[in-house]
């Protein structure tokens, strides 16, 4: 309960002269939990796919850890997901009459960059950090956003009563994981430059969640035009970042040596895509801010 009503708070401080009884009206609140609920339900099992997909043996013999070739392309998880994700935006989108964004090429750009850093980082984090190790570095999303924002001196201005919600809801994810039972398959090999990336990947969310407020604020994209824009860049430079590491070679010898991986890789998309409707969907109707919270907070049911 305590904090189902730090979310509500930030909820209410998000809108600078706005009552807690007028921003919790029947519709607002509907929309939040619209938001939560799409968020929850394709997150929650996409972490479970996701560390599946980096830690089975797609061989289907069932060998022993370190005995069998991991899946270690955190770009291919992307890839897929920008390509499904962009096809639907621009369905959508051109079914509506849509054919050009709202924002210029620079913000374009600049969101797709963070969303590439921040994806792939952490999926490729997981070559190299067990999954609990990852999950809770992450859950200091909040508060990168928070530090991002004050540092490259956004014009969204965050409450101090913000900054302390961003900071306990953190710590108590944070308290959670550590003391928690162990997961089953939380025993990998975590090593310092798998820590050096989850951090990149925050950098990277800390900047995609203060830029996209800025950007809201200047040219109010739509959702389906903000998921199409970002996923188109963000494939694109998926994909020139697979090519120029020579990782894309050792990923299509992959899939023909374990088919079976493909259909992980799919199943990963097509969550990825309805969870990327949703976030769009709280970004148009709260903020990036908020958003972090309702992804952060997920972390306590995966």
């Given at each position: 309960h305590k904090s189902k009503s730090l979310i509500f708070c930030f909820v209410c401080k998000n809108n600078k002269g706005t009552?807690?009884?007028?921003?919790?009206?029947?519709?607002?609140?509907?929309?939040?939990l619209i938001a939560v609920g799409g968020i929850y339900i394709s997150y929650i099992y996409f972490g479970l796919v996701m560390e599946r997909l980096f830690n089975q043996d797609y061989s289907g013999k069932n060998r022993p850890k370190g005995t069998f070739q991991k899946f270690t392309f955190g770009f291919a998880t992307s890839l897929f997901q920008n390509l499904f994700s962009f096809l639907v935006a621009m369905g959508v989108n051109r079914y509506k009459g849509f054919t050009k964004s709202a924002m210029d090429l620079k913000s374009e750009l600049l969101l797709a960059s963070c969303n590439f850093g921040s994806v792939v980082l952490a999926s490729q984090a997981l070559a190299y950090v067990s999954f609990p190790i990852q999950a809770l570095m992450k859950s200091s999303k909040i508060i990168s956003i928070l530090i991002v924002s004050f540092l490259v001196g956004t014009k969204a201005k965050h409450t101090n009563s913000q900054y302390f919600c961003g900071f306990i809801i953190t710590a108590g994810i944070v308290i959670f994981n550590l003391t928690g039972k162990k997961k089953h398959g939380g025993d990998g090999e975590t090593t310092i430059f798998g820590l050096i990336v989850i951090l990149g990947s925050l950098f990277c969310d800390g900047l995609l969640g203060t830029r996209q407020g800025d950007i809201k604020k200047k040219y109010n994209p739509s959702a389906w035009d903000q998921m199409e824009s970002l996923n188109k860049w963000a494939g694109i430079l998926c994909f020139t970042f697979a090519v120029v590491s020579f990782q894309f070679g050792e990923f299509i010898q992959f899939i023909r040596d374990y088919p079976a991986v493909i259909s992980d890789l799919i199943i990963l998309a097509i969550l990825g895509t309805f969870g990327q409707v949703f976030i769009f969907y709280t970004i148009f109707n709260f903020s990036p801010l908020i958003l972090s919270i309702i992804t952060t907070t997920r972390k306590f049911f995966t």
């Open positions: 009552k807690m009884s007028n921003q919790l009206e029947t519709p607002k609140a509907i929309k939040f």
